[in-house]
């Protein structure tokens, strides 16, 4: 098991709703990546948080948004829920670094209705 | 064209079978990771590698830098072993690109 807790597991929306997801870093991690993965995909990159500050971006819209707090843990914010937003959103700590291994969260199901 | 695609898509096995799953890239990477995801989402790490081959218990992966291709193998396939298997490649800083999966089926 893994250090990397996310919060909360699973959450409804209506759409034009905010939503904001949690991810607790494994201890010692600077770095929080966050992806989107819908229904039969692959993860998709969102962005990258280290040491507090935005370090990479997906092609994702500025409803995206997020934070690295000074214990970094983050928080994945969406506005404006549109229905194609319902996904697993998946959190990834790791050290920053080329060749370092990244854990995973057990991801927030999130459904926009 | 992904950067990252994985074959097959969709793997059917009798335990005990030999199992091979590919993955290609075709971007530069510093590392290549093999993850397994279960029902429910929850994504476990099984290697990270940037050459050669590593082996745990069942389960080795190889790498081609040369070629840009990663294979996993599952030797003696058990139920058990049902999942998604994804490969996703380190690309800049560490950001990962995934391949789309391969729905692994193991029948006893």
């Known amino acids: 098991e893994t250090g990397v807790t996310q919060s909360p597991t699973h959450l409804i929306k209506t759409r034009g709703q905010q939503v904001t997801l949690r991810c607790s870093s494994q201890?010692?991690?600077?770095?929080v990546s966050w992806y989107q993965q819908a229904l039969g995909q692959g993860p998709q990159f969102i962005f990258q948080y280290y040491r507090e500050e935005e370090n990479g971006r997906g092609n994702f819209p500025p409803r995206f948004s997020g934070l690295q707090f000074p214990n970094y843990s983050s928080e994945l914010n969406v506005n404006a829920l549109e229905l194609d937003d319902s996904a697993l959103y998946l959190c990834a700590s790791s050290l920053d670094g080329y060749y370092t291994e990244a854990f995973f969260g057990q991801g927030t199901r999130l459904t926009v209705v | 064209k992904n950067e990252v695609e994985q074959s097959p898509q969709n793997l059917t096995a009798q335990e005990g079978e030999f199992i091979t799953i590919n993955c290609s890239y075709s971007?530069?990477?510093?590392?290549l990771h093999w993850l397994q995801q279960h029902p429910g989402g929850g994504i476990v790490s099984l290697f990270m590698l940037s050459s050669g081959k590593k082996k745990h218990g069942r389960l080795i992966a190889t790498i081609n830098i040369q070629e840009k291709h990663s294979s996993l193998h599952i030797t003696a396939s058990h139920p058990r072993d049902s999942a998604v298997y994804i490969c996703?490649?380190?690309?800049?800083?560490?950001?990962?690109?995934f391949g789309e999966g391969t729905q692994l089926t193991v029948n006893p």
């Open positions: 971007v530069g990477i510093s590392a």
């Open positions: 996703a490649a380190r690309t800049s800083g560490s950001r990962l690109t």
């Open positions: 201890s010692g991690h600077n770095t």
